[in-house]
């Protein structure tokens, strides 16, 4: 993909396919650390957390290992951690509990079931990304050769002086903010 985004970017294609994918390749964060701080947890959240936990033990027993010896976690913390491999197709999970660690390997990644921070977007971008089926991610860009993408994903060119602009406004009664920008 690398490749094939250079050679659309020599012709002319700077926002190609290839390159949209090669950038967000090379942006996905590959481990999920997810930390579950329950004190005085009710019964239902208990009942549940058992029930996952042999539920998954149930599916993926062949891929199953618990350790329940010298298992020694905070009271009340649980720890998850996912790590999906470079081809995105399956993903290695630990629970740990306080007296228990449950590890499943080769668990199939479903894209949608887990999804992993990128450099690129936040956790909240990508699930409203995954909500809008990717076709639409509101944000507006200035680009330095006066190029301007806006909300609405039009791209035009209008030169930028000295002058204030106003690139973003809230449009509702409270006007919470305003995005000015300016050539130096």
């Not at 396919?17 to 947890?41: F, G």
């Not at 406004?169 to 305003?178: G, I, Q, R, T, Y």
Request: charged residues 35%; contains cysteine; glycine residues 4%.
């Amino acid at each position: 993909l690398y490749r094939q985004c250079l050679r659309d970017r020599r012709d002319g294609q700077r926002y190609s396919r290839s390159c949209r994918e090669a950038v967000r390749q090379r942006s996905q964060l590959r481990e999920l650390d997810i930390e579950i701080m329950a004190q005085k947890a009710p019964g239902w959240l208990r009942q549940w957390k058992s029930t996952v936990r042999r539920y998954l033990q149930h599916i993926f027993y062949d891929r199953t290992s618990i350790d329940e010896d010298e298992v020694m976690n905070p009271e009340g913390l649980i720890r998850i951690r996912a790590t999906v491999d470079a081809a995105e197709k399956e993903m290695n999970v630990t629970i740990r509990g306080p007296r228990r660690e449950l590890n499943i390997t080769r668990v199939p990644h479903v894209p949608g079931w887990v999804l992993f921070p990128s450099t690129r977007a936040s956790l909240t971008r990508r699930v409203m990304d995954r909500i809008n089926k990717n076709k639409y991610s509101p944000y507006c860009k200035v680009q330095a050769n006066d190029n301007i993408r806006t909300f609405d994903d039009v791209e035009y060119k209008y030169r930028i002086g000295k002058c204030d602009y106003v690139l973003a406004k809230d449009a509702s009664p409270d006007e919470s903010f305003l995005v000015l920008v300016s050539k130096p």
